[in-house]
């Protein structure tokens, strides 16, 4: 043999020995996590992109589209609603995004592959924050994730989720980019456990039934966090704009649901009365400018009693809320303008009429 | 299409393979093809202004070139350069002007109403159009015959491995290169090639883009953070230009040889420098010493006595800020440069001419001086306004505390231990790619971990590099 080709040969062989290695001792090291666990910013988009693909997969497009954030993810039941109506539905909300990002997560990613004729928006004014540092912060993750690069299918992110699927090391690469944080996690905080939570058909959260607690942190962190300088319009309202125009021209319908809040959460507002009229006049203007209908809950409950926390609602309230959406959707459609009501007593109990 | 991308890495591997089954006529107007195509990938619509520049000093060089009128060469060179000037400050400069016009208007009483011109800076023109110079100097001062093929002169301003961000390379260097027959490089220019492109995607991503986010954090939070934090903020933006600009560079350098083009070097381990002087003599090479040989010399050098000196100091190091970008934070980034070199000299100092030693242990406490006035003056630099610049240089010497995330810290101490065990190699050995000299096992390991760091940090939208933005 040539010393040149010798050479090479031990070059290669000691270079993909490190490679080897490295995975060697990440697959020794790490606990095995499904491929899809740190594929997207929050477990729970994987796991309903998995459904998702399976309902395409089967040829079951899908009626009606939820679509919003985690206050949508929790506050309507798709199993409830397509036993009442005989839609068939799907709950694609997930944590965490406000509108630009809801927005690509449905014109990019699920109404593609869902093909809904109708799309039900939910929206607080958290949603609206065009200055959140925080909803920034998420935005760019999710762009950045390797998921949303692999659905938005281009060459190179097809190429980084066939190595993400193949190597561990890979795969866990992003968490040791803060090595300090890292090293002091231990093998169930990095596994499957902490990052998948219990998900059932058509989206549901499988959640067990709580009791309301108002807690200080939580108010405080909502208002330094989503609700932080405050300001509606710009990116949000563009976001909003924009996913009824393409819904539009794809010949898909949207309904934007103003979605339920308690005065708590009301109070992890800086200035709540000229905030709460800033995103008031921002729904205003969305549907001066869309003409979709718009259904209002933001008070339809007097008390926190069927909420789980400061935004989210309980069990109870959720199927009170969706029976609600389910026995007026023939009602929501054109320029319709609706108002929810709710009691609680003893069971919450919702209603939907025109608005005055 | 960025180096860090795999676009690039297709895009030039295709246009490598078709390059070297080519004849040398062929082979540039292969390159001018792709150099062409690569501007316009990111942005078509100033190509035009890219083929006008060129067609400029195109013409201005054989007008210079053919008479042997004094006057009229003259002519011919002052129009040239005014013609690459006038774009530049029209593109680059223009609202730096009238915003600058408007607020000395203001300050004396006046309230001005300016026409509102939103002009989009092209991409890579300081590079392109200080190499034009090069060429219209080099030949006046008959240093260089004018080149009477309109496609070789394209070619030596598009040339696509370094005409977004240099090296700026002069044009007795790099017009021979292109005009006469080249030879398929040799298997240790391919290997060294591929090494520096390696090594450049590793100061980028592992290095660059690792400590990025430790500096956008810092100066994102100014004065309300802790003084250890922005200390930990100036040191990454530190590393973090030095690996965006030496990695781009390094790849620049490493693409082009596998093209049989030599390009100059543009970083000599700048950051082991023991004085300001010495670090300009081994940082941004390529426009330091452009700056030197076209606007120092020119304007009398250190020939005039001492003030002289000064004043021509500080007037290329204002113009070198200018250069960098249309804002008066980079304006005093320069001056304070020029200020540091003006007392430096007043001193008696100097650095040596050609490579620099290698460091002994007594340079340390000068080398730790001079990364640290260095770094400080970055925070000009890497600010977007001169408050901001004050503000961060407040809370960096408030002495407060404050929390410390432990990850940034991590972090820029791992980059700036690689960066010292880089460059301390590369001194030491006075070669870029030593590691090709080790024996092959250990070559392949030194490898392998530096494409294992790139696969770590990389993912994502590829960042830009800094000095594009220039």
Redesign the interface.
Same mark, same amino acid.
């Given at each position: 043999m040539r010393k040149h080709t010798r050479s090479a040969i031990l070059t290669v062989a000691s270079l993909l020995s490190v490679l080897v290695g490295a995975e060697v001792a990440a697959r020794a090291w790490l606990p095995a996590v499904p491929p899809d666990a740190h594929t997207w910013p929050r477990a729970e988009i994987g796991q309903k992109l998995e459904q998702i693909d399976a309902y395409e997969e089967r040829g079951e497009d899908m009626d009606v589209l939820f679509v919003g954030s985690s206050q949508m993810a929790a506050s309507t039941n798709a199993q409830l609603f397509t036993e009442q109506t005989g839609l068939s539905s799907y709950n694609a909300a997930f944590a965490g995004p406000s509108m630009r990002t809801v927005g690509r997560w449905t014109l990019d990613v699920v109404e593609p592959k869902l093909s809904p004729d109708v799309v039900v928006v939910g929206i607080a004014s958290r949603d609206s924050n065009d200055r959140s540092r925080k909803n920034k912060k998420v935005h760019e993750a999710f762009l950045s994730s390797p998921g949303y690069r692999q659905e938005t299918a281009s060459l190179a992110s097809e190429f980084e989720g066939w190595l993400e699927d193949l190597s561990v090391f890979m795969r866990y690469r992003r968490l040791m980019r803060e090595p300090a944080t890292f090293l002091e996690r231990t093998e169930d905080e990095l596994g499957e456990q902490e990052v998948r939570m219990a998900i059932g058909e058509r989206g549901l959260r499988l959640v067990e039934p709580v009791d309301y607690r108002f807690r200080l942190a939580g108010q405080r962190s909502l208002g330094k966090g989503t609700l932080g300088n405050f300001k509606t319009g710009g990116r949000e309202y563009r976001a909003v704009v924009e996913m009824h125009d393409v819904l539009e021209e794809r010949g898909v319908e949207m309904v934007l649901v103003n979605m339920p809040l308690t005065e708590d959460y009301l109070g992890a507002h800086e200035d709540v009365v000229a905030e709460m009229t800033s995103y008031r006049d921002f729904l205003a203007d969305i549907v001066a400018a869309t003409g979709v209908p718009f259904v209002d809950a933001e008070k339809a409950f007097e008390t926190p009693k069927a909420f789980r926390d400061l935004l989210h609602l309980d069990v109870e309230g959720r199927d009170a809320f969706t029976e609600a959406f389910a026995q007026a959707w023939d009602d929501i459609s054109g320029d319709a303008h609706l108002l929810m009501e709710c009691t609680n007593k003893p069971m919450p109990e919702c209603d939907l009429h025109p608005a005055p | 299409m960025l180096f860090n $991308?795999?676009?690039f890495a297709a895009f030039a591997s295709i246009t490598l393979i078709l390059y070297w089954m080519l004849r040398l006529r062929d082979q540039n107007v292969l390159l001018l093809i792709a150099s062409y195509l690569f501007y316009s990938a990111w942005d078509w619509r100033f190509l035009s202004l890219l083929i006008f520049q060129s067609l400029v000093d195109y013409v201005a060089g054989l007008g210079i070139g053919r008479s042997q009128d004094e006057r009229v060469r003259k002519r011919y060179l002052i129009a040239a350069i005014t013609i690459n000037l006038m774009v530049l400050a029209t593109f680059k400069y223009f609202g730096f002007f009238v915003d600058s016009a408007m607020g000395l208007l203001r300050w004396i009483g006046l309230e001005p109403n300016p026409p509102l011109l939103e002009i989009i800076l092209p991409i890579g023109i300081s590079f392109y159009t200080f190499q034009s110079i090069t060429y219209s100097f080099d030949v006046y001062r008959r240093r260089l015959p004018p080149t009477t093929s309109f496609l070789n002169y394209a070619v030596f301003v598009a040339y696509f491995p370094h005409m977004i961000a240099g090296p700026i390379q002069r044009a007795n260097h790099l017009l021979p290169q292109i005009e006469r027959p080249r030879t398929r490089p040799t *298997?240790q220019q391919v290997r060294s090639g591929l090494f520096l492109i390696v090594m450049g995607l590793f100061k980028k991503v592992a290095i660059a883009d690792?400590v990025a986010g430790v500096a956008n954090e810092a100066f994102r939070m100014g004065s309300s953070a802790g003084s250890a934090t922005l200390l930990i903020g100036v040191a990454a933006f530190s590393l973090q230009i030095y690996g965006d600009f030496a990695g781009y560079s390094d790849c620049a350098r490493g693409v082009s040889r596998l093209f049989g083009i030599e390009l100059t070097r543009n970083f000599e381990q700048p950051y082991l420098s023991r004085n300001i002087t010495e670090f300009w003599r081994t940082w941004h090479i390529s426009l330091s010493s452009w700056l030197h040989d076209y606007l120092y010399i020119p304007l009398g050098g250190n020939q005039g006595g001492k003030l002289v000196t000064y004043r021509n100091l500080m007037l290329t190091m204002l113009l070198g800020g200018l250069w960098h970008g249309a804002s008066w934070t980079f304006v005093i980034w320069g001056g304070l440069h020029g200020l540091l070199l003006s007392v430096h000299r007043a001193f008696g100092g100097h650095a040596q001419r050609g490579r620099p030693s290698t460091p002994r242990w007594r340079d340390v406490p000068s080398i730790l001086a001079t990364f640290t006035g260095v770094s400080l003056l970055w925070v000009f630099f890497r600010s977007g306004t001169l408050t901001q610049a004050i503000d961060y240089l407040g809370g960096l010497f408030s002495f407060t505390s404050g929390p410390v995330n432990?990850?940034h810290?991590?972090?820029v101490l791992?980059s700036a231990l690689m960066v010292l065990i880089l460059d301390l190699g590369q001194r030491i050995t006075g070669d870029h790619s030593v590691v090709l000299r080790w024996s092959?096992?250990?070559?392949?390991?030194a490898? *392998?971990?530096l494409? !294992?760091s790139v !696969?770590?940090? $990389? *993912? *994502?939208?590829a960042q830009p590099f800094i000095y594009f933005q220039f």
């Open positions: - | $991308s795999l676009e *298997g690792a432990s990850n810290l991590i972090l791992v092959p096992p250990i070559r392949g390991a490898i *392998g971990v494409i !294992l !696969l770590m940090w $990389s *993912g *994502g939208d």
